[in-house]
């Protein structure tokens, strides 16, 4: 019978680590940012879901493009009207691994550097990226922070020539997303 107890708390235990190691949110921070001459336009979405598998090095990320709000009403309607096409593609996303994940101790607070590789489907164009950021592991949650650029044409957005000089080709994108060990 001690026998028995013993196996059932160590399971336990093993299952309680296993479940520590995913994370995560769905109130995440994507920004933009682009600075044409005309214009500068940038917005914030604080409702970004992400989630991370800290065994495997798995990770996603989804936004929802009506969640971004910008300084300007007229520019989130025509964000969302005529260059995102949001209710067509309500949705972008990113899944892809953390490809030095041993170089990551999800167990000790510090900051690591970390890069990934995926899938990144922006007005439903995918594709491959490789990025570097950074990983923070501070008391128990896990910070994810990465700043590229992408090219609006990569990704099948169209700027009308009545206002390409408003509208940068270059989209600075931030992420800063703080999740959660998954309950």
Known sequence: MKT???????????????FAQKYITKNGKIDFYSDAPM????????????ALDAATGDIVFQVLITSFEFPKALMQEHFNENYMESPKFPNSTFKG????????????????????????????????????GTIEVKDGKV???????????????????????KIAETVQITVDVALDPKK
């Open 97 to 132: 691994k953390i490809i030095n994940l041993k170089d990551i101790n999800f167990t000790k607070n510090g900051k690591y550097n970390a890069t990934i590789e995926g899938d990144l489907t922006i007005h439903g164009v995918t594709k491959k990226v490789k990025q570097s």
């Open 39 to 50: 214009e500068k336009i940038e917005a914030k979405n604080n409702q970004v879901k992400a």
């Open 4 to 18: 028995l107890f013993k196996i059932i708390i160590v399971l336990l235990m093993l299952s309680s680590n296993v």
């Open 143 to 165: 910070i994810t922070y990465c700043k590229f650029n992408i090219l609006v044409k990569d990704y099948g957005i169209n700027i009308p020539n009545a206002v390409a000089g």
